[in-house]
């Protein structure tokens, strides 16, 4: 199935912008290929477009004021990972596990979901197509979630391949950094383990109870994880530096402004003497372009 955007949802489902009578014809040739209903309605049902944070509170609360409704919500990704808790992640404070999340709390509620994509809405009909099929509703909550409006800027639209994605790219430098920073620690006790299974093997061999082909299988063994352990560590590294680039880089800019404030250096001037360093916090930033002098003349 195609992926859309949201606007070109709303425009090909006519209800979000109040094209319904121009939508009717074209939906309804278009429904002459279709399977059916994929999910009958026998009682009242509220339909939730979107399993992100709208969608999912939504069909939260629906369920708890009425559990007599059915709500069904249509969602293609089978796991929710919360962006906006991804600064503790990176921080050490959560892991990436904590943040995942699988739709088991919405089901235990009473929710259906469907993980699939909605291609249109058939407002006249009251009903949602999916695929070659449709689901029928009573009330429709749309929550898609947001796409980026190329139109808006001048000259956007035609060179959106050039443009940075900073948002997307930002959250998958994160989601890289954060990932790789659990695989150290987990590769850490995996060289640990190794390690420690090497001198045992040493041990073994020294009082003849094993060959030296066992102590050159721990050997192999220690260096394979060690290996993957740098690569990791290689990783986390290369990640951060990806996410910096997303976030815009350097901060040379930062060097011309004061570390703190007027107050706030005034108060710590009564604390101690910093001897000047509050009047130049920062040296000043260089030019790269320009050659340096060695540093190891006299």
Same mark, same amino acid.
């Given at each position: 199935?195609?992926?859309?955007?949201?606007?070109?949802? !709303? +425009?090909?489902?006519?209800?979000?912008?109040?094209?319904?009578?121009?939508?009717?014809?074209? !939906?309804?040739a278009c429904a002459t290929g279709m399977k059916g209903d994929v999910m009958p309605k026998t009682n009242r049902r509220v339909v939730v477009i979107g399993g992100g944070w709208g969608g999912a509170t939504a069909a939260k609360y629906v369920r708890l004021e009425d559990p007599g409704i059915e709500v069904v919500v249509l969602e293609p990704n089978r796991e929710f990972i919360s962006c906006p808790f991804s600064n503790?992640?990176?921080?050490?404070?959560?892991t990436m596990a904590s943040i995942t999340l699988k739709y088991d709390g919405l089901t235990a509620h009473g929710v259906k979901i469907i993980h699939d994509s909605a291609s249109a809405i058939e407002a006249d009909r009251k009903r949602?197509?999916?695929? @070659?099929?449709?689901?029928? &509703?009573?009330? %429709?909550? $749309? #929550? /898609?979630g947001v796409e980026f409006q190329w139109d808006q800027v001048e000259g956007l639209a035609q060179n959106q391949d050039t443009v940075l994605h900073a948002a997307s790219e930002i959250e998958d430098a994160a989601i890289g950094f954060a990932q790789f920073r659990e695989q150290v620690s987990i590769l850490a006790q995996s060289v640990q383990a190794a390690r420690r299974s090497l001198d045992i093997a040493d041990v073994q061999y020294q009082e003849g109870l094993v060959d030296f082909e066992r102590v050159l299988d721990s050997q192999r063994a220690l260096f394979s994880q060690q290996e993957a352990l740098v690569a990791t560590k290689g990783? $986390?590294?290369?990640?951060?530096? *990806? !996410? &910096?680039?997303? +976030?815009?880089?350097?901060?040379?800019?930062? =060097?011309?402004?004061?570390?703190?404030?007027?107050?706030? #250096?005034?108060? +710590?001037?009564?604390?101690?003497?910093?001897?000047? %360093?509050? @009047?130049?916090?920062?040296?000043?930033?260089?030019?790269?372009?320009?050659? =340096? /002098? /060695? *540093? @190891?003349?006299?």
């Open positions: 199935m195609n992926r859309f955007t949201r606007r070109e949802f !709303l +425009m090909r489902s006519g209800a979000g912008l109040g094209l319904a009578a121009a939508s009717v014809a074209g !939906l309804g503790l992640v990176l921080s050490g404070l959560r949602v197509r999916i695929g @070659d099929g449709y689901l029928e &509703y009573d009330r %429709l909550i $749309v #929550s /898609p990783g $986390v590294a290369q990640s951060l530096i *990806t !996410l &910096y680039k997303a +976030m815009g880089g350097g901060w040379q800019a930062g =060097r011309s402004r004061p570390v703190v404030d007027d107050a706030t #250096s005034a108060t +710590m001037g009564k604390r101690s003497n910093w001897k000047g %360093l509050q @009047d130049a916090p920062l040296p000043p930033a260089t030019d790269d372009t320009e050659p =340096r /002098p /060695p *540093t @190891d003349t006299p």
